[in-house]
C-alpha cells in the first residue's frame, strides 16, 4: 500500500466489501465500482483515490487482506504448536477459507488476473500468499531453499485453489484430501541447486491456468 492511499484503509475495506456482492453479476469492473460506491455511501472519486491501480489494484488488495485473515487465523488457532505438515495444510486451509464466501469473486479475480496485462500483478499475489505463509510456519531460511520451499507451496495453494473452485463435495472435503495428497507428494522439497527445475514444474502453465479459469466461468453460466 502506498503512503498516498495508507490513511484510506478504511474506506478501502469498505468498497471492497460492497463491490463483492457485485462481482459475479458485473465482474471486476467499473460498473461494479460504481455500484459499490453507492452501496458504501462513498464519492465514486475517492474509489479512484483509494485505488490508483484500479480493479487490478482492488483484487490485489483483496489478496492481502485475505493474507491477513489467513494469519490472523493461524495465530488464533495457535499454529506455532502444530507440527510443520499440519502448519502448512493449515495455512492453505485457512487462505481458502477467507475467500470461501466469494468463490465466484475468486473465479473472476483469477481470470482477471491471469490476462497478459495483469499477470505480473497475480504473481506478486501469489507469491507474497505463499511467502505469508512460509513466514508464519517459521521459515526464516535466506538460503536458494528459500526460493524452491515458496516456488513448490506456490504450485500446492495454486492447484488447491483451482481445485476448490469446482469442488461440490459437503466443507469442501474433496479439497482437503485433494491438499493433503499434494502436500504428502512434496514435503520432502528438494536442497540442490539443480533441482530448482522440479520445484518449477509445481506451478501451473500460465496459459492453461487462464483458459481452465476462462472455461469455467462459462460453465457457470456466468457472462
Known sequence: MTAETSHLL????????????????DGWSAKSLRA?????????ALVTLAFPGGIAGLIAFWSVEADRAMTAAYDEADG??????ERITFLVRARIG???????????????????QHGGRGLKCLYRTVD????????RATDFNFYTKRLTLAGVYSATLLFWL????????ATWEFLD???AGVMRIPARKENIRRAMAYL????????????????????
Open 10 to 25: 478504511t474506506e478501502r475495506r469498505a468498497i471492497l466489501a460492497a463491490v463483492l456482492p457485485h462481482v459475479p453479476f
Open 36 to 44: 459499490a460506491a453507492g452501496d458504501a455511501g462513498l464519492d465514486p
Open 80 to 85: 506455532d504448536g502444530m507440527r510443520f505438515r
Open 98 to 116: 477467507a475467500v470461501v464466501a466469494h468463490r465466484e469473486a475468486v473465479r473472476r479475480a483469477l481470470t482477471y488476473l491471469a490476462q497478459p
Open 132 to 139: 505469508e505463509m512460509w513466514y508464519a510456519a517459521g521459515d
Open 166 to 173: 469446482d469442488d461440490a463435495s459437503e466443507d469442501s472435503e
Open 181 to 183: 495428497r499434494r502436500i
Open 204 to 223: 501451473p502453465n500460465p496459459k492453461r491456468f487462464a483458459r481452465l479459469a476462462s472455461e469455467r466461468l462459462r460453465e457457470g453460466g456466468v457472462g
